[in-house]
């Protein structure tokens, strides 16, 4: 019974510890952030307006277009390598392929039995 005493205090310190360091570590955060505001600006001053707006008639140059292009094909390439997941041959809960144990499984099967020496 001592022993079933000592470590349940030992329990209760440790997470009174735990949960001290992370109430500490809040509290720095929400100070941190509250220093790290950005100061608002008192002028009356409107932001600044875009460079080019298009409007209706304008239509865009060749130089343009093929800037848009490049962008979208750079950005299209950059999808495609994190695409992964949604591009995968198992899709998650098929049996094809279930989890590493049931591959790790399936490997050991096909492997002639040999007896050890």
């Known amino acids: 019974m001592e022993n079933l ?3 349940l205090l030992m ?3 440790g997470m ?20 790290d505001r950005p100061e608002a600006s008192s002028s009356t001053e409107p932001a600044p307006a875009p460079e080019r707006a298009l409007g209706p008639t304008e239509q865009l140059t060749a ?13 299209a390439a950059t999808l495609r390598r994190e695409a992964a997941p ?9 049996l094809l392929f279930a989890s ?6 399936r490997a050991r099967q096909n492997q ?3 007896r050890r020496r």
């Open 5 to 7: 005493g000592f470590g």
């Open 11 to 13: 329990t209760v310190i």
């Open 16 to 35: 009174g510890l735990v949960f001290a360091v992370l109430a500490l570590l809040w509290g720095l955060l929400t100070l941190l952030t509250r220093f």
């Open 63 to 75: 130089d343009e277009i093929a800037a848009i292009a490049v962008a979208l094909t750079v950005h």
């Open 86 to 94: 949604t591009v995968r041959s198992y899709w998650p809960g098929s």
């Open 100 to 105: 590493r144990w049931v591959a790790a499984g």
């Open 112 to 114: 002639s039995w040999q």
